[in-house]
């Protein structure tokens, strides 16, 4: 008898997010597969990297040269302009305090033209549409484009226009969205969970504005535990690594500490989820 597999969310986090690859890992060794990926914000970059069949190492590499802290590096003089001067210059919504050209190159570097369905394990990446605050699941069409989508961290990146809808970052309706999940049939769920920091010292309105979206993280992801805990029981095994490591956003020098710490969380939890697998094929 082949053995049960699980499905895999992995919510906002920024690099912190590279702890999956650890997961990955460890149930790759374990033999366990995975059966159906679910991401959001940084979480999606490992989820699509993870459902295209790469492998730990090449994840690890693409995350070293894809998420560094030029990204958000340019500032768009224009869009602080127009922010001060609205009516003469003209304010949109497509409005960013950082240029993205740099992070859409990159992303079509590490993803090219691959759509959905070059994906080896059904894929799932959660964005919010701008518009409405709705949750919206992209489970077709290009990848990058839906990745990009789904970290359009607000105040820096402009929102990304995907079959139609302006959206903006999956954290701003669920930074853990485990419900996509159990909506699409899984039975056993393994939820990996970062809080965000919050930052050392305000200096700067682009620090405050990070301060703000790290409150509303934080509390929305104890609340969808929260729901989910009592909503799922056993079903949601939620994963959250304990650093030993303050992780700022572009640590991407700490990779192997996070995917190290990943997968001890993974391992960690190991005989319930056997257990749980069992009771599942019984």
């Not at 059966?35 to 940084?42: K, M």
């Not at 990297?49 to 690890?60: F, V």
């Not at 993205?100 to 090219?112: N, S």
């Not at 990070?210 to 079903?235: D, K, P, V, W, Y």
Request: proline fraction near 5%; include cysteine.
């Amino acid at each position: 008898m082949s053995t049960p597999g699980v499905a895999l969310v992995i919510g906002s986090g920024g690099v912190k997010c590279a702890a999956a690859i650890g997961l990955q890992r460890c149930l790759h060794h374990e033999g366990i597969p995975i059966e159906r990926v679910v991401g959001c914000s940084g979480g999606a970059i490992y989820a699509a990297s993870i459902a295209l069949g790469l492998d730990a190492q090449s994840t690890a590499d693409m995350t070293s040269r894809l998420w560094t802290r030029e990204v958000t590096a340019q500032p768009d003089r224009m869009a602080m302009l127009r922010m001060v001067f609205p009516r003469l210059l003209g304010f949109s919504e497509r409005f960013g305090l950082k240029k993205d050209a740099l992070v859409w190159e990159r992303l079509q570097q590490a993803f090219g033209d691959r759509t959905f369905a070059d994906c080896a394990i059904p894929l799932h990446i959660a964005a919010t549409d701008f518009r409405t605050g709705e949750q919206v699941i992209i489970s077709e069409g290009r990848i990058a484009d839906a990745v990009r989508a789904s970290i359009a961290i607000p105040f820096a990146f402009p929102p990304w226009e995907v079959n139609g809808r302006l959206l903006v970052d999956g954290f701003l309706s669920d930074p853990l969205p485990v419900g996509v999940a159990v909506r699409e049939g899984s039975h056993v769920i393994l939820a990996m969970g970062f809080e965000s920091p919050n930052q050392e010292r305000i200096t700067s309105g682009g620090r405050f504005a990070f301060q703000l979206s790290s409150i509303m993280t934080n509390n929305l992801l104890r609340a969808s535990f929260a729901f989910h805990g009592l909503a799922h029981h056993g079903e949601v095994i939620a994963i959250i690594p304990q650093f030993s490591q303050r992780i700022r956003l572009f640590d991407t020098a700490k990779v192997p500490l996070l995917i190290e710490e990943g997968e001890a969380a993974m391992r960690a939890e190991l005989p319930y989820l056997r257990r749980l697998l069992a009771s599942t094929a019984a």
